[in-house]
């Protein structure tokens, strides 16, 4: 198939360029402060101006931890050499990995300041993640970055940015189509049901780590990192206790949950014990 000819920068007003990118985290973060609005509307849990000040907590996770995620996981030994490139966000280098990581610790701090329950409001803004994901990796095949590898199936795309021009797997609308519509669909559907807090976190632990694994077998490795063990990708690696823990998470809150509750009077916290 023809590569589109797309442009990635949206908009251009003198020398500041508005790219399709960040157009794309922009509208991620403006559908997950409105689907998160609504739910905790609905649940009567939070204001409209707390939910705008927790999704800029969120913000700041993303990109904080995204950036020192990138660092430390994908181009530690560059980074250590040029140090002043830690700044040069314009440059590139953010990593889902590390952004998932900032976003929890920032969504902690944020409900450990509003006495919140955590894994409550997890579940409610995991829902909206996938979209936010789909829309970055459609910015990401509009940026002809992030290509698959070398292919001959006949979707197989040769994109403009390939310094050696070959057809390749598309692997960006792989991961839109898994990360993005599927996981968001998935999630959706389980909002809809009575299932105990922390259930949709570690869904979506479990549904993006098994999509990314599955799509890095499309997906060309990072050009400095190459495979990390055998055949297998830093994102790859990264995505294994993803699972693994949202596997553990759903288990422990779905056995939390069928836990008979102590009977009055046996001793239980907050019961008066005789005094002897």
């Known amino acids: 198939m023809q590569y589109p000819p797309l442009n990635p920068v949206a908009l251009s007003l003198g020398p500041v360029k508005v790219h399709w990118y960040g157009v794309m985290y922009g509208l991620g973060f403006i559908l997950t402060y409105f689907i998160v609005r ?48 830690i700044l040069a966000v314009w440059h590139g280098g953010m990593s889902f ?38 829309l970055g990796r459609l910015g990401n095949f509009i940026n002809a970055e992030l290509w698959g590898r070398p292919t001959s199936v006949p979707w197989a795309m040769v994109f403009p940015t390939d310094p050696l021009g ?65 055949p297998f990708s830093m994102g790859q690696l990264l995505s294994v206790p993803m699972v693994l823990i949202g596997l553990g998470l759903v288990l422990w809150v779905t056995m939390r949950a069928r836990r008979p509750a102590p009977a009055a009077g046996t001793g239980s916290e907050g019961s008066i014990s005789p005094q002897t």
């Open 38 to 85: 609504g739910q905790t509307r609905r649940r009567q849990l939070m204001t409209d101006s707390d939910v705008a000040d927790m999704i800029m907590y969120l913000i700041m996770g993303v990109i904080l931890g995204g950036r020192v995620g990138y660092i430390l996981f994908y181009n530690f030994k560059e980074y250590l050499a040029h140090p002043l490139e």
């Open 97 to 134: 990995h590390g952004g998932l990581i900032g976003t929890i610790l920032a969504g902690w701090l944020y409900c450990r300041k509003m006495k919140l329950n955590f894994l409550e409001m997890a579940d409610i803004v995991m829902v909206a993640v996938p979209l936010g994901l789909g």
């Open 166 to 230: 070959l057809p390749r797997h598309p692997s960006q609308l792989y991961e839109f189509g898994l990360e993005g519509i599927l996981l968001f669909s998935l999630m959706f559907g389980l909002s809809r049901l009575r299932l105990p807090n922390g259930t949709l976190l570690g869904t979506f632990l479990m549904g993006y780590g098994l999509s990314r694994i599955t799509v890095e077998f499309f997906r060309n490795p990072d050009a400095q990192l190459g495979f990390v063990v055998g």
